[in-house]
């Protein structure tokens, strides 16, 4: 008895980019080390940094996801929805509004506030699935993974010339799904995700 093999060529990950799909990044990728300080001045331009501010005050270990999300995907990656804005950006003024929307319901434990920031921080997992990042190296090109570690850590230790953003057409579901899990636990702690699975 013979087997056949047949070998399927996957098209997903590391397909070189449609140029037509390029977004640019909303901030200049020089400015990738500012991420906190470009977030709370984005804050501030909504009117919601003090209570940026306060959260993290009271909770730093909600200031600590945030700083972890800013190394992973970098001020720099575009929101899939509104591109002229960072993803970081957006997700953070929807984390504050479900936290004070909390407290305006009277639920000010620890458990409903980190589980409302980080359940709206953890939405830059459709962004991420949405949009990819490559490193360009002359004509050499490569895509970024979550598994690649810190974007910009990795874009330096390759010494890229630049990092691009594509827009993907149709994430698919599950890649979004999974791709929020992995930044939860990546960003997070066991517990404060724990929190997220019971209330959210």
Known sequence: MSEKVTFIRLLSDRDPPDEAGEIASPIDTGMVTEGVAIL???????????????????????????????????????????????????????????????????????????????TCLATVAEDVASVRAWGYLGKSQERWTLDDGDLWEWAAGRRFNGIRFFAVADPNPNDVAGTRMKLLCAIATTRDVGLVGRYH
């Open 40 to 118: 709370t001045a984005a804050m501030r331009e909504r009117g919601l940094e003090d209570d940026l501010l306060s959260i993290w005050a009271a909770h730093p270990n909600l200031q600590d996801a945030t700083g972890k999300l800013l190394n992973k995907i970098s001020i720099a990656w575009p929101s899939r929805h509104s591109p002229s804005e960072p993803a970081v950006v957006v997700v953070t003024e929807r984390a504050v509004h479900a936290v004070k929307l909390c407290i305006t319901n009277g639920e000010r434990s620890r458990a409903h506030v980190v589980s409302a920031y980080l």
